[in-house]
């Protein structure tokens, strides 16, 4: 059973309550901004409240980064097809330091993806390692890089030039040591 749901928004909609101009482009520009909101989501996630003070303070309980990440995971393991954006997510989550909430990564596995049903499956840090690790070597970096290079500025865009297995695997290496 398929339990995301999608939306977007335009200007035209809720987002154009939302003050979203461009300084200095002269031009109105569509603004498009995608929901997906998935209605029976795996058990085990943790939350997270961030106080904000823009343009008033405000308070938002949100899910927390491990849990975030592990549903990150989660995709990469599992999504039919590449999205280097999921890699960019991937890198910068163990650059920050976060560590993926293993059980949530285990229910999200069991609920939907190529372990969907399997109950008596048990992951640790060394199961999730070697299961990327195994990912990583069929990868066509080139394309994954191709995919994320439009959302980057020229500068960052440079470091693309790294992805390969050698980074990855060395990603994966730096998660399971911190």
């Known amino acids: 059973m398929h339990t995301v749901r999608e939306a977007v928004l335009k200007d035209e909609s809720i987002a154009s309550q939302l003050d979203l101009t461009f300084a200095g482009t002269g031009r109105r520009r569509t603004i498009k901004i995608k929901l997906e909101i998935d209605t029976n989501p795996p058990p085990g ?6 106080f904000l ?3 008033s303070d ?6 927390n980064l491990p849990s975030n990440f592990a ?3 989660h995709a990469l393991l599992c999504r039919g097809y590449l999205k280097g954006r999921d890699w960019y997510d991937f890198s910068w989550y163990v650059s920050n330091g976060v560590s993926p909430k293993l059980t949530h990564l285990q229910a999200a596995l069991i609920q939907a993806g190529p372990w969907a049903g399997q109950e008596d499956l048990k992951i640790d840090m060394a199961w ?3 299961t990327l690790r195994s990912n990583i070597a069929a990868i066509d970096w080139k394309a994954a890089a191709d995919d994320v290079k439009r959302f980057l500025r020229p500068a960052e865009a440079k470091s693309l030039e790294l992805w390969s297995d050698r980074l ?3 990603k994966v290496e730096k ?4």
């Open 45 to 50: 996630s943790g939350e997270a409240t961030t």
């Open 53 to 55: 003070d823009f343009p």
């Open 58 to 63: 405000y308070e938002v309980r949100h899910q």
């Open 71 to 73: 549903l990150k995971i």
């Open 128 to 130: 999730l390692a070697d």
């Open 168 to 170: 990855f695997l060395a």
């Open 175 to 178: 998660m399971v040591g911190e």
